[in-house]
């Protein structure tokens, strides 16, 4: 048999071998278009290749993803292309925010203020303290339309003078200022001076104020303080319902467990409370941090760690004499770092 012969012949058996496994490539190694292999499942397997199963009114095609080389966007391996509006893993349903299959119109419900807006069948289930057809306002003695609210809206709180109130849509901005701010005690009542630096608030292993142990938190200035609920100037850093961002970078000259603490403490008429976050602190990473002020965000007082409510949490804001964010992390901690 001549060299020819013998290519002709092994060119036949390698496409007769695609075609009876659906397989395609040099190596035979990828699926055929409309053809996959599920996760884990090796193309040395004769049935490796399976046919995509998609429902024809809402796939793209009726392809799939072939296998692991390709999945993305939260796609496995056997899971149709769909067309907007459609989802499951044959596109075989309306995906969230539609309904009405096989139409698959937009959802008219609104997601922050109903129950159902993954489903959306029938009419708009609207939250607690949310009215509306479509459940796109808040009922009366309310505001604050929030997809992260359970209850969609908050209750208006006025000290009592009033108990309705509405949204006002003011402007937002950045508070960048680090000047002024000292380290102090739990109790926020010892003070020492700190070193700023370019990354901000900033210790270093042979600083004084590292060696004392009883300083563990980084003290606002007067400029952070006062009524954050009704004034404007305070209002846009730190009121109800807003964030205080910021990042935290820490090392220590040991191995050894964080120091347990709380990380945020605000107090105010007469009352101390405190936020503690769920998460680990990797050493020499710069984490960023972000606490949402309100009760719905695990505050705590701190003599009695009963959770906040709402009136409590608007009466610490209306005076706030105290805010500190921690600066210690380990028990061995030779560097602290915070910037805002």
Known sequence: ???????????????????????????????????????????????????????????????????????????????????????????????LGYRNYPVCEPCPCSIAGSLNYATCEDSCQCKENVAGIFCDRCKPGFFNLDVDNPNGCTACFCFGIINECQQVNWGTEKIMDMSGWILTDADGKRSSSLLKSSFGLSL??????????????????????????????????????????????????????????????????????????KMNFPERENISISVRFSEISDWFHRDTHIRV????????????????????????????????
């Open 204 to 277: 270093t292993a042979n600083s004084r104020q590292m060696q004392d142990k009883s300083l563990a938190y980084w003290k606002a200035p007067s400029a952070y303080l006062g009524d954050l609920v009704s004034n404007l100037t305070f209002y846009r850093i730190l009121s109800y319902g807003g964030y205080l961002h910021y990042f935290v970078y820490f090392a220590a000259d040991a191995h050894g467990p964080l120091t347990p603490m709380a990380d945020v403490v605000l107090k105010g008429n007469r009352m101390t409370i405190e936020h503690s976050l």
């Open 1 to 95: 048999m001549n060299t020819d012969s013998i290519r002709s012949t092994l060119i036949f058996r390698i496409n007769d071998f695609t075609l009876q496994h659906n397989t395609q490539g040099i190596n035979c190694q990828d699926c055929k278009n409309f053809f996959y292999r599920p996760s884990g499942v090796s193309h040395y397997n004769p049935d490796a290749c399976r046919h995509c199963d998609c429902e024809a009114t809402g796939s793209v095609d009726g392809s799939c993803v072939k296998d692991d080389g390709e999945a993305t966007q939260g796609l496995s391996p056997g899971d149709c292309y769909c067309k907007p509006g459609f989802g499951g893993h044959r596109c075989d349903r309306c995906a």
């Open 309 to 340: 409510n709402k009136r409590e949490f608007m009466t610490v804001l209306a005076d706030v004499q105290l805010l500190m964010v921690r600066a210690v992390y380990h028990k061995h901690q030779m560097q602290s770092r915070c910037v805002f």
